[in-house]
């Protein structure tokens, strides 16, 4: 994913988290500000040295902002001690002594302390990357980053690792973590990064970007929004070809089949509803469905003149509008740059077993 225009500070002490849908630039961000990848452009300054001149010494810089991977990248060949101590011992000339000292601290923060004398492959997958995030304290970074630290652990390894790094952060250590642990993220995070196709989408507090974020990519990203979009340009459309994609839909979706019902006449009405106006204007029809909150809606959206198709003067008869009222727990009506709104929130039916 190539980055673009990425403007941000971290300060010190600032747990800052990055999320954002797959692909989308995150790793190649912690990658570019630990020089293992480099930027084509731009700069990049810890403590006010730009890391990218020239001059600079990469390895010290990398003693300083260490990374921890979603991988965990242990030596296979070496103990759990061995591995905290090699980098302290080649790198910074520690004793052998004062480097297992600090080791077997390490390993006692991290609640392994008993298990030095083990192999990485002894170990589970939480176990091991508990060792990673050991082995990059042995450095003494003042900053970490970390890259999906959790992503290849099984989910009840997963709360291990978290703890650890609420640790860390407790104890004001400086952190850039790229995460798909949401709550996680709002626990811990002083700021979060919403990263959307190679830029910062969004930045704020973690209450500002979870409970009220301000752009449609992370509302959807947050609240986990699947979508279907259809686009009707004439009266003589495909009406069962779209039923056929609606249900694949709701069927990726696992909906239960009084909620695809419901979905399904809501749309026929409508259509039939919008029926004189689709010789003259397009229609525009999203379903969206919110894992978060469970919540399925169907918005429909037409420009021109402002026309509200529900109002009672512009229908032919009730009866439609009748059981679209039926379905629906409410129905939004905007009009705004020149374009007509209609948002229906569908009642939500029991799951069938």
């Not at 390894?157 to 952190?175: D, H, N, P």
Request: charge should be negative; hydrophobic fraction near 40%; glycine fraction near 6%.
């Amino acid at each position: 994913m190539v980055l673009k225009d990425i403007t941000t500070e971290i300060k010190k002490g600032e747990i800052v988290s990055i999320i954002g849908p797959s692909g989308t630039g995150k790793s190649t961000l912690l990658r570019c500000l630990n020089l293992l990848e480099y930027p084509t452009s731009g700069s990049i300054y810890i403590n006010g040295i730009d890391i990218l001149d020239k001059k600079v010494d990469v390895a010290k810089i990398r003693q300083k902002m260490n990374m921890v991977f979603q991988s965990f990248n242990l030596f296979s060949h070496l103990s759990v001690l061995e591995n905290l101590t090699i980098g302290p011992i080649k790198l910074r000339g520690m004793s052998k002594e004062v480097a297992r000292a600090k080791a077997l601290e390490l390993l006692r923060l991290v609640g392994l302390a008993e298990k030095t004398g083990n192999y990485p492959d002894e170990l589970s997958g939480g176990q091991q990357q508990r060792v990673a995030i050991a082995r990059c304290l042995a450095m003494e970074p003042e900053i970490i980053l970390f890259d999906e630290p959790t992503s290849a652990l099984d989910p009840t390894m997963v709360r291990e690792v978290l703890s650890v790094i609420r640790r860390l952060a407790k104890e004001g250590m400086t952190m850039a973590i790229v995460t798909h642990e949401m709550d996680f993220a709002r626990d811990v995070s002083n700021r979060v990064l919403y990263m959307d196709e190679g830029l910062i989408y969004e930045e704020g507090t973690p209450e500002q970007i979870f409970e009220h974020p301000q752009k449609e990519k992370t509302k959807a990203f947050i609240n986990r929004i699947l979508s279907y979009t259809c686009r009707i340009t004439s009266p003589d459309y495909d009406l069962y070809a779209m039923n056929a994609e609606i249900e694949a839909f709701c069927d990726k979706r696992i909906l239960s089949k009084q909620t695809r019902y419901n979905l399904l006449l809501l749309v026929e009405e409508l259509l039939q509803i919008y029926r004189p106006y689709l010789s003259r204007v397009a229609l525009e029809m999203t379903i969206a469905y919110s894992e978060k909150n469970e919540c399925l809606e169907l918005i429909c959206e037409s420009a021109g003149e402002k026309v509200n198709p529900l109002v009672r003067e512009n229908l032919v008869d009730d009866l439609g509008l009748m059981i679209i009222k039926n379905l629906s727990e409410s129905i939004d009506y905007k009009w705004s740059d020149g374009k007509n709104r209609l948002q229906f929130v569908i009642k939500k039916t029991p799951l069938e077993g």
